[in-house]
């Protein structure tokens, strides 16, 4: 079959399967499928980029896009003036009170790793070069907590219940998307530069100990993020159905369609998510077509292939590696943006590496590694069998269970249970892709 044919038909079914859960279930879910279908595709892109271009394992997923959440509540929220200021009324130590600590601390911090990597660097291995970067980072840490402990704690306690942190800029929630590509990249860069130089299995030990990292710090540190009690009401890129009730034409779609005013201004919001989505992902898909098919992009591959004969042509390979680990992530970083845009909320907690790391790799193995038209509709895939797996085990339980009484042990073990087929059919999906379609959907070319 022609591979643009088939392509097509491809794309055809997942759009005609949207369809049906709209017409058989709800369009609000079937929208709310379709945006988080066109987020999920945008991180298969960037792990593609990662996976397909260079052959990077990258299984820090998380973190990056956590990061990226985070740019939102920095960008979009309102500062918490007494935040900023707590602690410092009345105070004879006002530099370790609310922001003035927290800097002080922080740049005491950065301080003391920039010592301590001057100091490996420069002094013979021995144990006068152990003694000495044991003292400066215990010194370090000291000195910091001194300044840093007392602003943390004095910023958590300003009205812990709804605030408790320091808020954001009070800017438009859009421009956190650019801002969250720009911090996972900046991230990732870092990361490079310590790992890449490294074997494979480092830069996968290294990603995911990172991950883990900016997870468990957005958790424990409050007066950044709320930790686990959440940020709630992040401004939003589209009006609220609320805003949008009382709007002459949304009450006129209303009724022509039949539907109720508020169910209607659900779907507007979400029809207005998905428009800007589908731009950004039409965007990045251009530019990732365009650099695949360029000349850096056939050198790309090239390394991927066969590194020792990369090196042979005389290719930085370590310096190309760096360069797509920060532009995959910073892409991953531009999704976890725009999902907590989608949310109105950052949920620390939820950044669980089944999520937001197994799962985007199996939309990238599905979908067709290397290629990024199947990212793109590995995103898709996953994701709709990933919400309607739970819903179709249920069905599946209960029609199984029919001929057995409401209360049969059997019945209610297996009814408690449904919810777990989900991660069965991802496991079986990925299964049955690897042995009938090991090159995935659409195939790289």
Request: with cysteine; charged share 10%.
């Amino acid at each position: 079959m022609n591979p643009l044919l088939r392509n097509l038909i491809l794309f055809s079914a997942m759009a005609a399967a949207l369809v049906l859960t709209g017409s058989m279930q709800s369009w609000a879910l079937a929208l709310t499928i379709l945006n988080m279908s066109l987020i999920s595709a945008i991180m298969a892109l960037g792990v593609n980029m990662q996976w397909g271009y260079a052959g990077l394992f990258n299984v820090g997923i998380a973190g990056f896009t956590a990061l990226g959440g985070l740019a939102a509540v920095l960008i979009a929220m309102p500062p918490v003036g007494d935040a900023w200021a707590a602690g410092m009324a009345g105070s004879d130590q006002p530099w370790r009170s609310g922001i003035a600590g927290i800097l002080l601390g922080l740049s005491l911090g950065g301080l003391t790793l920039f010592l301590a990597v001057s100091i490996y660097r420069r002094m013979a291995p021995g144990r006068l070069r152990v003694l000495t970067l044991l003292g400066i980072l215990v010194a370090g840490y000291l000195a910091a907590g001194y300044f840093f402990g007392p602003a943390r704690t004095a910023i958590m306690r300003v009205n812990p219940a709804s605030e408790g942190y320091l808020g954001g800029l009070g800017l438009p929630v859009v421009l956190s998307w650019p801002v969250g590509a720009a911090m996972a990249g900046g991230l990732a860069w870092l990361v490079g530069k310590v790992a890449l130089g490294l074997r494979s299995d480092y830069l996968a030990i290294a990603t995911l100990g990172i991950g883990e990292i900016v997870v468990a710090v957005l958790k424990f540190e409050g007066w950044l993020s709320r930790g686990v009690n959440n940020v709630v009401g992040i401004p939003r890129a589209v009006p609220r159905p609320v805003e949008l009730q009382r709007l002459d034409w949304v009450q006129q779609l209303s009724e022509r369609l039949g539907l109720g005013l508020a169910e209607t201004a659900r779907i507007v919001e979400l029809l207005g998510y998905a428009a800007l989505f589908i731009a950004v992902l039409a965007i990045l898909i251009w530019l990732s077509e365009k650099a695949l098919n360029s000349p850096w992009g056939r050198m790309m591959r090239a390394i991927r292939d066969n590194e020792t004969a990369a090196r042979a042509m005389g290719k930085d390979v370590t310096r190309r590696h760096l360069t797509i680990f920060v532009l995959g992530s910073g892409v991953c970083g531009l999704a976890g943006a725009m999902m907590v845009t989608l949310d109105g909320q950052l949920t620390p907690g939820s950044y669980e590496p089944l999520r937001f790391t197994f799962l985007i790799w199996v939309m990238v193995i599905v979908g067709g590694s290397g290629n990024n038209w199947g990212a793109v509709l590995g995103g898709f895939v996953i994701w709709f069998l990933w919400v309607q797996a739970e819903p179709m085990g249920r069905w599946m339980m209960d029609t199984i269970t029919s001929g057995l009484a409401s209360d049969h042990p059997l019945r209610v073990h297996l009814m408690a249970q449904a919810a777990h087929t989900r991660l069965i059919m991802m496991g079986a999906a990925l299964l049955l892709m690897l042995r009938f379609a090991p090159r995935g959907l659409i195939p790289e070319r």
